[in-house]
């Protein structure tokens, strides 16, 4: 069985549905930003919450899990400033409880959710996995000091693992069944798309005087149904001892600005947007776009859906939203 801790979340929701049909799932999330209703119902839902050892101690007597995929998390850069105490304590601290948990039930496969926020304001106009990580903020610091655990707890205690380092995630399950929903909601594409169908008064677009092509931060866009496929070809290169100790980026290669992607949703819906330019945002890189050769020549991966897919699908599920 594989353990899918935040699966109830945005991502680990899209990966959950993927991945039952592969495996048996036990899902473990406290709902505090997740959704009961976004878990697939093959899977077995657990409420509990990863900083508790006793938690995690029932899930791992009561199942025979053999791998951990690692998806909850605070994430809101923003907030991390404010209260980094907040995200060292979930972030890291309960991480290192769940580690201490599998290797006392000697599980040693392991997935992490990690972010491009790890690589701070880039030197360079594609990032790949050998660029310098030097995180700006208490979130991509959080998420950096656990990769740097995972590699010495790989060295000294045999634990396999993979990091996967997401850039934009967006859309949604192409049923519309499941999809993105934050409160608050801080995501480009979902807040546009909301201010299409009247739930918000504008789009704010913060900085308009980058230097890129027209003004505005360009960013890497990627499928969560796309995520989702990386993270089972993870697994399976954990699983089969293809892979024991690994870190990739997760993006497009594709670079789409502010502007770009207002447009895009425009294009799709048929629906103009109300946009207003306000000032930029502390410690907003104008560009952050990834390489994603290395998972691709690895493990055969490379994002399959564009932006207008992404967009459409998310569309789709905004106009019906369930939860």
Not at 112 to 129: C, L, N, Q, R, W
């Amino acid at each position: 069985m594989i353990l899918v801790v935040g699966g109830a979340g945005y991502i680990g929701s899209h990966l959950v549905k993927e991945l039952v049909e592969k495996e048996e799932v036990v899902v473990l999330d406290n709902l505090s930003t997740g959704h009961r209703a976004a878990v697939d119902s093959r899977a077995i839902f657990v409420k509990g919450d990863l900083g508790n050892e006793e938690d995690l101690h029932m899930v791992f007597r009561s199942y025979p899990i053999k791998a951990v995929m690692h998806f909850a998390a605070c994430s809101l850069v923003g907030e991390s400033v404010v209260d980094p105490l907040k995200y060292y304590q979930n972030n890291v601290a309960s991480t290192l409880t769940l580690l201490k948990v599998m290797l006392k039930f000697k599980v040693k496969n392991f997935i992490f959710s990690s972010t491009a926020a790890t690589y701070g304001i880039p030197d360079v106009e594609v990032i790949d996995e050998t660029s310098a990580t030097t995180p700006i903020n208490p979130y991509g610091h959080s998420k950096l000091m656990v990769e740097q655990i995972l590699a010495d707890f790989s060295k000294s205690y045999d634990l396999h693992y993979v990091v996967l380092r997401y850039f934009n995630a967006a859309g949604a399950h192409q049923s519309a069944a499941i999809g993105e929903s934050h409160d608050p909601e801080t995501h480009l594409i979902p807040i546009i798309l909301q201010q299409l169908l009247g739930q918000r008064e504008k789009v704010s677009v913060f900085g308009a005087d980058y230097d890129t092509a027209d003004g505005t931060c360009i960013r890497d866009y990627i499928h969560v149904t796309d995520l989702a496929a990386a993270h089972i070809l993870a697994l399976e290169a954990l699983l089969t001892g293809k892979k024991s100790a690994a870190v990739y980026n997760l993006g497009n290669g594709l670079g789409y600005s502010v502007k770009e992607v207002i447009e895009t949703c425009e294009k799709v819906t048929g629906v103009k947007a109300n946009v207003e330019i306000a000032d930029r945002r502390a410690g907003d890189p104008a560009r952050l776009v990834a390489s994603s050769a290395k998972i691709l020549s690895e493990l055969g991966w490379k994002a399959e859906r564009n932006l207008e897919q992404i967009i459409a699908d998310a569309w789709k599920w905004h106009q019906q939203q369930q939860y």
